[in-house]
């Protein structure tokens, strides 16, 4: 024996550098070369190897998977067969698109020319997604060659990990499922399928990515419970309306027929016939399939172009129209002609765009519509001018808003209402939609001549915060209105409880020595309104609504049938009495912040419906009036400019959160203040739908901005707000057509 260790066998066994050193013996050696020349078809042994796909890192199931395949290569080469064993890349192109998109700063805009010596924004991003907004449109083949030179890289990349693995395949006879040889034998193999005769046109609906604007398999599907509601919609039918609930109302107008099941005793009379479709007058035809589920919904369903996969078949089975509204953005376009929607989803047959909004990564929603703003016109031009404040609703998306008569001179007489609404279309911004006074000067005497305001302009009637002390006088004014149709406005306000207070009632009033207005001096006086709405069928709005006990009664009222809707204002939303802090008058509103019971239970309101809208209560004051004790400040704050961004706050820090079940909570703040207003009002505004006046808003809901006097165009400065950072700014507005506000 010996002591000395031979030098061909190591110290210490390693395996670190084991599959560089035999993988380039392998290769140099040619060792799994398959010689195609040499070998028969009897010897060779074939191996048809699933392309991996060449994006990310490898998966344990990944070498599990081709090491088994290994093992039966190399079991074969050992039996004397000559095996063919290539590998391939495969290019998944989802993941690809989304890896360009993020490595280059690009997404693909198939709109665009061809740009022949492109060079894109940055090279070697993170990753990580990114908004489209922040990224260059690109044509569609500017955008292929930057997946082509991506692919190619990650390829390089992939393979040298691959070759970690010491695979026994033939590392020359490697190839790319989307490389040229690829595509030169699919495009051979479909000329052979046209001169066979086997090539047809037909419409096949594919799986589209809206996000990436690519088409996508039916494994890259991922199925997810989402929070939904039914929404009921009435189709017009020859004997009465037929009653579909539905999850995705926003297809209405991509609706092509209803369909119910075969054996369905409900709808059977109904298969065969037509109805005509809610918004849009569109006769459809009612069918029969088995697909149909009698136990979902009211058991029958509009087939839409194209809401999921079952519509795809029952179009198919059908032989259904298309009736397609979504673009491929995933959003429905809108075009405008002159002043009104002409379309959405699909441009009408001649349309040729003036101007075109690029609003990828930004929401597309009705104008806003705002319940109460006061103008300051005329008589308070010191506090705010219509110029300022017409700024301020542009800047703030606000394209119809309701002005209170409380001017000076108070709007009781036709020609005042009319000089306000020539002064405000001379602007060409906003609508201006004035209340009239339902007194003469406010003073809760005479009445005003409602008729006369009406023909002039006016779309209701009301007190402003002057409360009627006679309750035969606002009886007398609720039976003239009933009897022609007017709706009162009024704040529920007691004429004596509360008067002179300035913070609500409760243990912070006191300790700060404020004199109080209590809940009752609200709830009394809707109990009084209410008894009146029942003698006289009037039909009443309830304004800036302040307390839990308010809501519940109103909540009742609806119950019962009572004609009465009302809103609240956007900073009683999150603000209680405690941001009244150290006397900043700032805070001082009327009506006032109450509770923190009080504040949820608004917030709640405006989830289940008992509040029809939230207003801006867009009141502005000058410093003069402002910067004083908080006793002696006059009431009130901006609201124009927060309206969107304190809605979109409630959407996010409540709605989203309850997990009730509900429409989508940027949907619900949306409708609580463009459609639900304008519900409120009757005015012809707040929907996208076709033939509609073109008030239209663009905005971005990720934005943040910050609170600032400088950041305000209202000559009203003052607003709890000031500091804060809030989400959601507007990017353009559009009036009647026109651009009227677009941000730099």
């Not at 290994?70 to 079991?75: G, K, N, Q, S």
């Not at 992939?158 to 695979?167: H, I, N, P, S, V």
Request: with cysteine.
């Amino acid at each position: 024996m010996t002591d000395s260790v031979p030098s061909s066998i190591p110290a210490k066994p390693v395996l670190e550098g084991l599959e560089s050193k035999w993988g380039e013996t392998w290769e140099n050696q040619g060792t799994y070369l398959f010689d195609r020349d040499a070998a028969t078809r009897e010897g060779v042994y074939s191996i048809d190897t699933p392309p991996p796909t060449a994006s990310g890192s490898l998966h344990i199931g990944h070498v599990f998977s081709y090491t088994h395949t290994d093992v039966i290569a190399r079991f074969q080469r050992m039996r004397g067969k000559s095996v063919f064993y290539p590998i391939g890349w495969d290019d998944n192109g989802l993941p690809t698109e989304r890896r360009v998109q993020n490595y280059y700063g690009v997404r693909c805009d198939p709109s665009l020319p061809y740009e022949a010596d492109f060079t894109p924004p940055f090279e070697g991003g993170d990753n990580k997604s990114s908004k489209a907004a922040d990224q260059k449109p690109v044509s569609r083949r500017n955008f292929i060659e930057l997946c082509e030179r991506l692919t190619v890289e990650d390829e390089k990349q992939f393979e040298a990990l691959w070759r970690e693995l010491g695979l026994s395949v033939d590392w020359t006879q490697t190839y790319r499922t989307i490389g040229d040889e690829s595509l030169r034998a699919s495009q051979l193999a479909f000329l052979g399928n046209v001169e066979r005769g086997e090539a047809y046109q037909a419409m096949a609906p594919t799986l589209w990515d809206v996000t990436f604007r690519t088409a996508v398999a039916q494994a890259e599907l991922e199925d997810k419970e989402q929070p939904g509601a039914y929404h009921r919609l009435a189709f017009h039918g020859p004997a009465g309306d037929i009653f579909i609930e539905t999850t995705r109302p926003e297809l209405l107008p991509a609706c092509v027929a209803l369909v119910a099941h075969p054996d369905d005793p409900r709808y059977a009379d109904l298969v065969g016939t037509t109805v005509r479709s809610p918004l849009f007058d569109v006769e459809i035809p009612v069918v029969a399939h088995h697909l149909a589920q009698q136990d979902k919904g009211s058991g029958i369903a509009m087939i839409c172009t194209f809401g999921d996969l079952t519509d795809v078949i029952w179009w198919r089975d059908l032989d259904l129209p298309i009736r397609a509204v979504i673009g491929f953005d995933g959003r429905l376009d809108v075009y405008i002609v002159v002043v009104n929607i002409a379309s959405t989803g699909t441009a009408t047959v001649g349309f040729t765009a003036d101007h075109t909004i690029d609003a990828a990564g930004l929401v597309v929603a009705p104008g806003l519509v705002v319940l109460a703003a006061r103008l300051r016109e005329p008589g308070y031009e010191y506090k705010a001018t219509l110029d300022s404040e017409m700024q301020a609703a542009m800047q703030g998306g606000v394209t119809s808003l309701v002005c209170p008569p409380d001017t000076d001179p108070v709007l009781d007489e036709p020609g005042l209402v009319e000089m306000l609404k020539h002064r405000a279309r001379s602007l060409n911004q906003a609508h201006v939609h004035p209340l009239g006074a339902l007194t003469m000067g406010l003073k809760g005497k005479a009445l005003t001549e409602m008729a006369e305001l009406t023909e002039s302009g006016c779309i209701g009637f009301s007190q402003a915060e002057e409360p009627i002390e006679d309750t035969n006088v606002l009886l007398r004014a609720l039976q003239y209105a009933a009897t022609f149709g007017f709706t009162v406005w009024l704040r529920p306000q007691d004429a004596h409880i509360g008067r002179g207070g300035i913070a609500a009632s409760g243990p912070l009033a006191s300790r700060l020595g404020l004199s109080g207005v209590p809940v009752m001096s609200e709830t009394i006086a809707l109990h009084t309104i209410f008894e009146l709405m029942r003698a006289t069928g009037a039909r009443v709005h309830l304004c800036r609504i302040s307390s839990a006990a308010g809501l519940e009664l109103i909540r009742g009222a609806k119950a019962e049938g009572l004609p009465v809707t009302c809103d609240v204002g956007a900073h009683h939303v999150h603000m209680t009495d405690a941001d009244i802090g150290f006397f900043d008058s700032n805070a001082r509103m009327t009506p006032p912040f109450r509770s923190q019971r009080d504040r949820d239970a608004i917030r709640l309101g405006l989830l289940d419906g008992t509040i029809d809208a939230l207003c801006s209560d867009h009141t502005p004051v000058d410093d003069d009036e402002k910067l004083l004790p908080f006793g002696e400040a006059s009431p009130g704050a901006t609201g124009l400019e927060l309206l969107l961004s304190l809605s979109l706050k409630w959407a996010t820090d409540y709605a989203a959160q309850q997990n009730t079940g509900a429409t989508r909570p940027l949907a619900r703040a949306i409708a609580r203040i463009t459609s639900e207003p304008a519900r409120v009002a009757g005015l012809a505004a707040g929907t996208l739908s076709v033939g509609a006046v073109a008030d239209v808003v663009v905005f971005d809901p990720e934005a943040h901005w910050t609170v600032e006097a400088s950041a305000l165009a209202s000559q009203g400065k003052h607003t709890p707000f000031l500091g804060y950072n809030l989400a959601g700014q507007v990017r353009t507005t559009i009036v009647a057509g026109h651009v009227a506000f677009q941000r730099s």
